[in-house]
C-alpha cells in the first residue's frame, strides 16, 4: 500500500478516505451500525456524539488500531485494509489519542521518536530527533526542552508532547480525539492556529472534542454520531451549538444550577495563608487562603499554570506545603498522610483518572471499592458480601452504565470512568470532596450527570471543591466562584457573574 503522491493544493475538498457501510461489533454490544464517513483534503470535519456513540471506535478503525466487523475503507478511492497503525501511519494516517500514550520514564525526544528512530551509520541520530523535537516545541509554543522526561512535565504539556509526535510524522490526514482536553485557552489558541496551516498544505483533519463551542470555531464539516449510528451531517455554515446538541442529545442540555432551599453547614475546610513552591523555588501557590462551609460548592477557575491543581493536590496531601495551615473542621492536617486525611473525611478526584484515578487491570467493582477497602478487612480476611454491596449501591449512586462490576474498567465509556472515580471517592463518605477537571474528557450528557450528582452530594452537607478551565461549568453549580492566577486568589465571585468578568480576572480575554 503506497502513501499519498498527490498535490494537496490542486485537490483542496476532494474525499480522501471514506468509511462504507461501516460497522462493529463487541460480542453483543454493536459499537458502530453501518457508518458511511468521509473526509476531505485541507478541511476539518469535526466529529461530535457523547460518550460510547462510536466516534474513538470509528477513528481506531480508520487510523488501523482495529479492524471493522464489516463495511470498507477507502483511500484515495482504492479499498484499503489498515492491519496496524504501522500501516495506516504509512499511508500518511496518523492519530492522537484521547487518552495520553505516553512513556512517563522516557524524555520528551525518545518518546516523538519511539518505534521510527532516524538512523544514520552507527545507530540513532539523537542530534538530528533533538533538532526536530525543538522545531516542533517551538511551533506549538511551548518551551521544553527535549531531554526533559515527560513523567515530570505537567498534563497539558504531556499532551502537546503528544500532538508534537502526531505532527512529526507529515501525515496527511491527521485524526485529534480530544486534543485539547487538558489545554489552557492559550495553548488551544495555539494548536488551531497549527490545524489552520496544516489545512491550508492540504492537510485533511478529523476533530473530535467534548468543548462544543471551542470545536465550532475551527470545523469546517460536523458529523453526529448517536448509539454507533450517524445522525447528522453539515457544512459548518448550517449549524450552530443548538443544531450539535440536538442531534446529540435530542434536546437542549445544561449543566445545571446551584443548589438551594437549604442552609449551609459550619466550616468544612479552612486553608489558611498556604504556600506550595517547586523544587527550583517557584511558589505555585502563594500565601492562599480560602474557606468551604459544609453544603457548599466552590468552583476554582484560572488558566493553566493558575495554581489549582497544586492547591488541590497539597490540600489532598500528594504535594508537601512550605508554609500555612489546612483544615477539615478542627483537625489540622499538617504531616498527615493521603490515607489518614481520607480516614478523616478528605477525598480527591484527580485531574487525570487514568494515570491517577483508575487501576486498569482491575475491574469496575475493584476499582469501586479501592479507597475503602480497608471496611471490609478483619484481620487477614475480606468480607466480600459487604464489598460487593458497596460496589451495587455505589453503581447505582452514581448511575455508572456497565454489564455489572465485574466488567473490565476498560470497557467502559470517558464518562462512565469518571463517574467511577467519582463513586470510589464518595463510598469513603468524605465530608470534602476536591474534583480537579471533573468534566474533562466527557460529553456534555455526562457533564450535566456528573454535577447533578455533585449538586445532590451538596446538598446533603457535603462541602464540593472544583475546579474547570470551562468558563460556562463555573456558572453551573457553584455558589462561589474563585478565579485564581499565578497562585494567588483574583477574585470571588457568586452566581451571578458574568462570564467577562470571570475571564478577565483570571487574565483571559474573551474570543471574539
Known amino acids: 500500500m503506497k502513501p499519498f503522491n498527490v498535490n ?52 481506531k ?102 500532538i508534537a509526535r502526531a505532527l512529526s510524522v507529515n501525515a496527511q490526514i491527521l485524526i485529534m480525539d480530544e486534543p485539547t482536553s487538558a489545554l489552557s485557552a492559550a495553548e488551544v489558541a495555539v494548536l488551531f492556529q497549527v490545524i489552520r496551516d496544516l489545512t491550508s498544505q ?17 470545523t469546517d464539516r460536523a458529523v453526529v454520531l448517536r448509539d454507533g449510528v450517524m445522525t447528522a451531517y453539515a457544512k459548518r455554515e448550517e449549524i450552530d451549538l443548538q443544531w450539535i446538541v440536538r442531534h446529540m442529545v435530542g ?20 486553608v489558611k495563608d498556604l504556600t ?22 466552590v468552583c476554582l477557575y484560572g488558566l493553566m499554570g493558575a495554581g489549582r491543581t ?8 500528594r ?37 491517577d484515578g483508575l487501576v486498569q487491570t482491575l475491574s469496575v467493582g475493584e476499582n469501586l471499592s479501592l479507597a475503602s477497602i480497608s471496611e471490609f478487612v478483619r484481620g487477614l480476611v475480606l468480607s466480600t458480601r459487604r464489598e460487593k454491596q458497596l460496589i451495587s449501591e455505589s453503581i447505582r449512586n452514581v448511575t ?19 463517574k467511577v472515580v467519582i463513586g470510589k471517592m464518595l463510598a469513603t463518605r468524605p465530608k470534602v470532596i476536591l474534583l480537579d477537571e471533573p468534566s474533562r474528557g466527557i460529553d456534555i450528557g455526562a457533564k450535566a450527570e456528573v454535577f447533578r450528582l455533585l449538586a445532590e452530594s451538596a446538598s446533603r452537607g457535603l462541602a464540593v471543591v472544583y475546579t474547570t478551565s470551562e468558563v460556562g461549568e463555573c456558572l453551573s453549580i457553584a455558589h462561589r466562584i474563585v478565579v485564581m492566577s499565578k497562585g494567588r486568589i483574583s477574585a470571588i465571585f457568586d452566581a451571578s457573574v458574568s462570564k467577562e468578568r470571570i475571564m478577565a480576572a483570571s487574565g483571559e480575554s474573551m474570543v471574539a
Request: aromatic share 4%; net charge negative.
Open 8 to 59: 494537496p493544493a490542486l485537490l483542496k475538498g476532494e474525499v480522501i478516505l471514506q468509511a462504507r457501510n461501516v460497522s462493529k461489533v463487541y460480542g453483543s454490544t454493536h459499537a458502530l451500525k453501518g457508518v458511511n464517513f468521509e473526509i476531505r483534503r485541507g478541511e476539518v470535519t469535526t466529529l461530535f456524539g457523547e460518550n460510547g456513540a462510536g466516534k474513538s471506535t470509528l477513528m
Open 61 to 162: 478503525i480508520l487510523s488501523g488500531v482495529i479492524t471493522p466487523t464489516s463495511g470498507e475503507i477507502l483511500l484515495n478511492g482504492e479499498e484499503s485494509v489498515f492491519r496496524s497503525a504501522t500501516e495506516a501511519r504509512d499511508c500518511g494516517i496518523s492519530i492522537i489519542h484521547q487518552e495520553l500514550n505516553l512513556a512517563p520514564n522516557m524524555n520528551v525526544r525518545d518518546n516523538i521518536f519511539m518505534g521510527r528512530e532516524i538512523r544514520r551509520a552507527g545507530g540513532v541520530d539523537y542530534a538530528e530527533e533533538a533538532r526536530i523535537t525543538r522545531h516542533l516545541m517551538a511551533a506549538l509554543e511551548e518551551e521544553i526542552d527535549p531531554l526533559t522526561p515527560v513523567e515530570t512535565l505537567r498534563l497539558g504539556q504531556q499532551q502537546i508532547v503528544e
Open 202 to 218: 492540504g492537510v485533511a483533519i478529523v476533530y473530535i472534542s467534548h468543548h462544543l463551542e471551542e470545536a465550532l470555531e475551527i
Open 251 to 270: 434536546n437542549h442540555f445544561d449543566l445545571g444550577s446551584p443548589p438551594q432551599g437549604y442552609a449551609f453547614g459550619a466550616r468544612a475546610l479552612t
Open 276 to 297: 506550595v513552591q517547586s523544587k527550583t523555588g517557584i511558589r505555585l501557590v502563594d500565601n492562599l487562603s480560602l474557606a468551604v462551609q459544609a453544603g457548599e460548592i
Open 310 to 317: 497544586e492547591l488541590l493536590e497539597t490540600i489532598a496531601g
Open 319 to 355: 504535594l508537601r506545603q512550605s508554609s500555612g495551615q489546612i483544615l477539615l473542621q478542627d483537625t489540622d492536617l499538617s504531616g498527615l498522610t493521603i490515607s489518614q486525611r481520607i480516614k478523616l473525611g478528605l477525598a480527591l478526584v484527580p485531574e487525570d483518572r487514568q494515570r
Open 400 to 418: 455508572v452504565k456497565t454489564a455489572g462490576g465485574d466488567a473490565a474498567i476498560g470497557s467502559l465509556s470517558g464518562g462512565n470512568q469518571q
